[in-house]
T-cell receptor, first 113, second 114 residues
């Protein structure tokens, strides 16, 4: 299995631009998670999907952030408009059930100038 | 939310046993305790998970006292390659309806010295 796939691996953009991060979970996993990691705040859960349905988005920082999961094999995290404080590493993870082992992707390192 | 507290850093020598403790005073009945390992520029990797008492797998042991307000990750005979950040994660997810947000600890930087 290829594991969780994220793209792009690195993204540099200017403030105000739209950013779209992509994730392909492990086949057969029905839970998907988006995390953000910064030095100041550590690892934060942004949103959790189960069977393609958003279950808990209380970690989404504000309305500029949105996430979708149109099918079991694809999810996006969008930031519009982006701001310098959004600079972080964004991880996607998937699992078979909500509390079982989460498998993390390699992350997308986002820099907003 | 079950906030967790871990030591910021620990040093050890090769071949020693390392114990990292995580405090989670507000843990709820449905919460599980999971430990992850993270190397630089990589995503966290699952190590072990437990609910109570003791759990052991091929890489680590997890000790959870009866009150479940803390847990200890034990790494036997560490090597240089075990140098990483170790996270304690407490929480439970419900597949429908409301869900408790997973809470990662601040992480413990373990440095294994030769």
């Amino acid at each position: 299995d290829a594991g969780v796939i994220q793209s792009p691996r690195h993204e540099v953009t200017e403030m105000g631009q739209e950013v779209t991060l992509r994730c392909k979970p492990i086949s057969g996993h029905n839970s998907l998670f988006w995390y953000r990691q910064t030095m100041m705040r550590g690892l934060e859960l942004l949103i959790y999907f189960n069977n393609n349905v958003p279950i808990d988005d209380s970690g989404m920082p504000e309305d500029r952030f949105s996430a979708k999961m149109p099918n079991a094999s694809f999810s996006t995290l969008k930031i519009q408009p982006s701001e310098p404080r959004d600079s972080a590493v964004y991880f996607c993870a998937s699992s078979r059930q909500g509390r079982e082992t989460q498998y993390f992707g390699p992350g997308t390192r986002l820099l907003v100038l | 939310l079950a906030k967790t507290t871990q030591p910021i850093s620990m040093d050890s020598y090769e071949g020693q046993e390392v114990n990292i403790t995580c405090s989670h005073n507000n843990i709820a009945t449905n919460d599980y305790i999971t430990w992850y390992q993270q190397f630089p520029s990589q995503g966290p990797r699952f190590i072990i998970q437990g609910y109570k008492t003791k759990v052991t797998n091929e890489v680590a042991s997890l000790f959870i006292p009866a009150d479940r307000k803390s847990s200890t990750l034990s790494l036997p005979r560490v090597s240089l390659s075990d140098t990483a950040v170790y996270y304690c994660l407490v929480g439970a997810l419900i597949s429908s309806g409301s869900a408790r947000q997973l809470t990662f600890g601040s992480g413990t930087q373990l440095t294994v010295l030769p």
